[in-house]
């Protein structure tokens, strides 16, 4: 062999010489011709904004313009809260950016106690456990309480989160018609009665804001001898006395077993938990694949969600705002023509239905030109063919700001169609 050909022979391979058998990618193809029909419209990509500045819970600027956040789910405003912000400042100082490390090894400091004593305060529980997104808490819960053998039954309009944790367990999954009693017994009664059973609810939903029967749903559970997980993510903070959640609000705190939530909504930092009275949950800090095998949320981020919590114990008059809030955005938006996703104001999330993808993208595109971000929503993180824009007011939104909001959407409405 020559010494041209030996180095031609182990020079690298450019990708594009060699196609593949099959492109992993092709699964994709209708979905970017889609997306790509979509842009060469002119329209702005709505699921690619950029904030250039955040100024308030309800402000920000977006390519320079001055513009009322509409969809950010910071519904009790506590982003730029300066005691939030001072403990996060100051756990910074002492314990640094990060612990590299596991919850289970070096990864838990004093901050991460604090914020799951925190947490046991506001929800009057025996535990308390930490993850560092809301979607690990669901991965992580649902995956490792329910195995081989045992039973999820759950929602058909699930988030994500639930789906993937039932995905990453060996459970068997059944699920049920959105919000039917009637579906969930029947498909209880359907289970042989010997196997484990976890049923998983949502307190509000988060793509139209509606929220979930919980006393009904909750007592067909227990007649069939399944335990109760409630997933609280949009409901904490502004639902029920102390805040807590829809279980709060509708009664059946002494029947949930599980409550699975975030820091990211009402919150204003970024984690997740689940809280419990069972005698045994803190042996799911030895066993729970997304707790033990990742990273610990850094120590500020603990700090800042702490304090929060402790505050939101404390924020009934932000939570009755934020009701007054929800009810005259509804109440405008329905009274102008707007097709809702629920008949009457159920949660800090109204969404507007629009005919289709075109139509949900022009009124988006019309609103932010206009100085207001709301998010666009369509299918499958929506049920299918249903496109809409998602509105989650926020308790720092004044009264003023919500009747500026209503006007913009009764211009933009007009300027696309989606209003006669």
Known sequence: MTEAAATAEALPVSPAAVAPEHDLFAKFDALIAEREALMATGVRDPFAIVMDEVKSPTQAIIKGKETILLGTYNYMGMTFDPDVIA???????????????????NGTYSPHKDCEDALKEFYGT??????????????????????????????????????????????????????????????????????????????????????????????????HGAMVLVDEAHGMGFFGPNGRGVYEEQGVADDVDFVVGTFSKSVGTVGGFCVSNHPKFDVMRLVCRPYVFTASLPPSVVATAATSIRKLMHAGEKRAHLWRNSKRLHGGLKEMGYTLGTDT?????????????????????????????????????????????????????????VETILTMFHTAGHAVGALA
Not at 138 to 157: C, F, Q, R, V, W
Not at 184 to 192: Q, T
């Open 345 to 401: 104001p159920q949660s800090a999330i109204i969404a507007v239905i629009l005919k289709d993808q075109t139509q949900a993208v022009a009124l988006w595109q019309s609103l932010l030109e206009g100085g207001l971000y709301v998010n666009m929503a369509r299918p499958p993180a929506t049920p299918a063919g249903t496109y809409l824009l998602r509105c989650s007011l926020c308790a720092e939104h004044s009264a003023e700001q």
């Open 87 to 105: 403990a996060g400042k100051a756990a910074l100082d002492t314990f640094g950016a990060g612990t590299t490390g596991s919850r289970v090894l």
């Open 126 to 223: 025996d535990h308390a456990m930490v993850f560092s997104t809301g979607y690990q808490a669901n991965l992580g819960i649902i995956s490792t309480i329910a195995g081989k053998g045992e039973y999820i039954i759950l929602d058909a309009d699930s988030h994500a989160s639930i789906y993937d944790g039932c995905a990453l367990g060996n459970a068997e999954i059944v699920r049920f018609r959105h919000n039917s009693v009637e579906d969930l017994d029947k498909r209880l009664g359907r289970l042989p009665k010997e196997p484990g059973k976890l049923v998983v609810l949502e307190g509000v939903y988060s793509m139209l804001g509606d929220i979930a029967p919980l006393p009904e749903m909750v007592a067909v559970a227990k007649k």
